[in-house]
């Protein structure tokens, strides 16, 4: 007999033959075809919510019926009754041989998948790691940064200059360039300047490399996303007493003179060009005109200031000051596409590169919460460069220990897409302390790749470069 789709859950039992049909990860067996051999499969089966049941009569039994079988008695059979008998049941000895070599393949098989996913996973985790140790010191390096720019210390351009060096050549890593933001709240002043400097930056040199800028340019772009916001150091800082702690910030009524103010101070550096002094005069121009100190509109603004522009204000979209306002980064992507297509000319933002950055962090961004279409949840880990909108996912697998994951690679997954990016506000507080998306981290891919994380190559020690 064929299977049969399980409509009441309670039928099932030690001893029954089920069949789960669903995408691989939707449960924790090694086999999707297999016999019920314990309450704990039991347990597991009826917990289960994104497979198809189904059960074969014909292969079950139930656990106390192999007494009553040897009890029952039956008349002798006939001769040719005993021939087909034995033809019957030398025939079903081959079916079951069969049949267990075939589920023992598929064990093997689907035994392999699992284990060369897990050593995707930690793979994916040791190399997170490394590259969050180097952002942390980066950070650490981006205070001590501002404070030689404050004081006017001919030390802070080159502080600069070898923090930005170390981006540029993590970014142009023949392997994979890899970025990190960070979606933490700013912990004051200092700590919220140095991060919001690596985002813009990060983000910047990552839309200077899609328009092939010379590695010269690409520092000067560097220099003014990582100073962009230097100004606000000299303005007349606020303190206020939260229940988190102490927050230093400037003062509000003062904020739109720190274009001007961080020109001024940057100018006074011998070694500062007129590239570096144009982007923080005016990263707060917009291309209509709307924007502060002068108003300028395209026409007067560099295509440097305006990579700066887009970047500035997509990590302010996914770091706002108040978190209950921030975007995921695929809203935050979004938004920004949204308005450059919608308003064409009449755009505060260049469609350009606009257009740059989603081909530099992919449609959707690491760190973007989605549900799959059936119906897991998960976070973007990496993107994949030839297919924008099938990157791949860390999935919420709460059978596995938090030390192990499922990574799943879209692009290999024919039947299997993204159905809605969700916001964090949505999701589960269980969820979200397993796949942790207190950061976002981007491993943009610098050249074509024909494998993903799925594939199976030989395994080859990866370097980090420093930022």
């Given at each position: 007999m064929s299977f049969i789709e399980v409509k009441d859950i309670e039928i099932l039992q030690i001893g029954t033959f089920v069949k789960l049909e669903g995408s691989w990860f939707s449960h924790p067996?090694?086999?999707?075809?297999?016999?019920?051999?314990?309450?704990?499969?039991?347990?597991?089966?009826?917990?289960?919510?994104?497979?198809?049941?189904?059960?074969?009569?014909?292969?079950?039994?139930?656990?106390?019926?192999?007494?009553?079988?040897?009890?029952?008695?039956?008349?002798?059979?006939?001769?040719?009754?005993s021939k087909d008998s034995e033809t019957l049941e030398t025939s079903?000895?081959?079916?079951?041989?069969?049949?267990?070599?075939?589920?023992?393949?598929?064990?093997?098989?689907?035994?392999?998948?699992?284990?060369?996913?897990?050593?995707?996973?930690?793979?994916?985790?040791?190399?997170?790691?490394?590259?969050?140790?180097?952002?942390?010191?980066?950070?650490?390096?981006?205070?001590?940064?501002?404070?030689?720019?404050?004081?006017?210390?001919?030390?802070?351009?080159?502080?600069?200059?070898?923090?930005?060096?170390?981006?540029?050549?993590?970014?142009?890593?023949?392997?994979?360039?890899?970025?990190?933001?960070?979606?933490?709240?700013?912990?004051?002043?200092?700590?919220?300047l140095s991060e919001h400097a690596m985002n813009v930056c990060t983000l910047s040199l990552l839309i200077g490399r899609q328009f092939s800028l010379e590695d010269e340019v690409l520092l000067e772009l560097g220099r003014g996303a990582m100073f962009h916001d230097i100004g606000y150091r000299a303005l007349p800082m606020n303190v206020k007493f939260q229940a988190g702690g102490m927050k230093v910030e400037a003062n509000?009524?003062?904020?739109?003179?720190?274009?001007?103010?961080?020109?001024?101070?940057?100018?006074?550096?011998?070694?500062?060009?007129?590239?570096?002094?144009?982007?923080?005069?005016?990263?707060?121009?917009?291309?209509?005109?709307?924007?502060?100190?002068?108003?300028?509109?395209?026409?007067?603004?560099?295509?440097?200031?305006?990579?700066?522009?887009?970047?500035?204000?997509?990590?302010?979209?996914?770091?706002?000051?108040?978190?209950?306002?921030?975007?995921?980064?695929?809203?935050?992507?979004?938004?920004?596409?949204?308005?450059?297509?919608?308003?064409?000319?009449?755009?505060?933002?260049?469609?350009?590169?606009?257009?740059?950055?989603?081909?530099?962090?992919?449609?959707?961004?690491?760190?973007?919460?989605?549900e799959l279409t059936d119906g897991f949840t998960g976070i973007v880990s990496s993107i994949n460069v030839h297919h924008p909108t099938k990157p791949i996912v860390l999935l919420y697998a709460p059978w596995l220990c938090r030390n192990d994951g499922l990574l799943v690679n879209l692009a290999k997954e024919s039947t299997l897409h993204i159905k809605q990016a969700i916001h964090a506000k949505d999701v589960p507080e269980k969820v979200l302390a397993y796949l942790s998306p207190r950061r976002m981290s981007m491993f943009i891919h610098a050249e074509p790749i024909s494998m993903g994380f799925n594939s199976r190559p030989a395994r080859q020690k990866k370097r980090v470069g420093k930022f």
């Open positions: 067996f090694s086999t999707n075809t297999f016999t019920i051999k314990s309450a704990e499969d039991l347990a597991t089966i009826q917990g289960l919510s994104h497979v198809i049941i189904l059960y074969d009569p014909d292969r079950s039994h139930s656990a106390d019926s192999g007494d009553d079988q040897a009890n029952d008695q039956e008349l002798p059979a006939s001769p040719e009754e079903s000895i081959e079916d079951k041989g069969d049949l267990q070599e075939e589920e023992s393949l598929i064990s093997e098989a689907a035994l392999s998948e699992l284990l060369g996913r897990r050593e995707d996973y930690h793979e994916f985790y040791d190399h997170l790691l490394k590259v969050e140790g180097a952002y942390k010191k980066n950070l650490s390096q981006g205070q001590e940064l501002f404070q030689q720019l404050s004081g006017r210390r001919p030390a802070g351009l080159k502080t600069g200059d070898a923090m930005i060096t170390g981006m540029m050549q993590s970014l142009n890593n023949p392997k994979t360039a890899m970025s990190l933001i960070d979606l933490v709240g700013s912990n004051g002043v200092t700590w919220g509000p009524e003062l904020r739109l003179l720190h274009p001007e103010m961080g020109s001024k101070l940057m100018a006074s550096f011998l070694n500062a060009g007129p590239l570096l002094v144009d982007i923080i005069a005016h990263h707060h121009e917009r291309l209509d005109g709307s924007g502060f100190p002068k108003g300028l509109r395209r026409d007067n603004l560099s295509l440097l200031t305006r990579i700066v522009m887009v970047a500035d204000h997509y990590d302010e979209l996914c770091n706002a000051h108040n978190p209950e306002i921030s975007l995921n980064p695929h809203a935050a992507l979004s938004r920004l596409y949204r308005h450059v297509v919608m308003k064409g000319e009449d755009s505060k933002f260049c469609e350009r590169v606009v257009q740059a950055l989603v081909q530099a962090i992919g449609v959707y961004p690491p760190g973007s919460l989605v």
